[in-house]
């Protein structure tokens, strides 16, 4: 009956053929393992440069719209005026710096431009609307 337990059990060159696998299979897994991570940076890197790129792509284009403004005479005119720099015949117009503040409801403000004026109507007048049409 001892016999058969001996055999029963891996001897010492199994054990060892089975660490050697073992050693072998984890080592594949690492190898295999790292390029996956390396893949999934580079893809990530990518994305990222692509991403750059588009941001890029978009501030040339606005630069080139920019340029194309700033070769535009009229437009180099009106921003002369700003410095006072404009033709001989402007009168340049600055407010004073001590100047005070309109009123909120000053000509030519949003307050006067946007609110609208209700007109006060009496409570007869409104139904003869209704009735009658207005």
Do not use: C, H
Not at 85 to 96: C, D, K
Request: hydrophobic letters at 55%; charged letters at 25%; proline letters at 4%.
């Amino acid at each position: 009956m001892r016999i058969g337990l001996e055999r029963a059990l891996p001897t010492t060159a199994a054990r060892l053929r089975i660490f050697v696998v073992l050693v072998v299979v984890l080592a594949f897994l690492l190898v295999v393992g790292r390029s996956l991570i390396g893949a999934l940076e580079v893809n990530a890197e990518i994305s990222r440069l692509r991403d750059q790129n588009a941001a890029l792509a978009v501030k040339a284009e606005a630069l080139s719209a920019e340029r194309i403004l700033l070769d535009d005479a009229a437009f180099l005119d009106l921003i002369a005026r700003g410095y006072s720099l404009g033709s001989s015949v402007e009168r340049p117009f600055v407010l004073a710096a001590d100047a005070a503040e309109l009123p909120a409801d000053a000509p030519g403000s949003a307050a006067r431009r946007l609110t609208v004026i209700e007109e006060a109507r009496s409570p007869i007048d409104a139904w003869i609307e209704v009735l009658f049409g207005g």
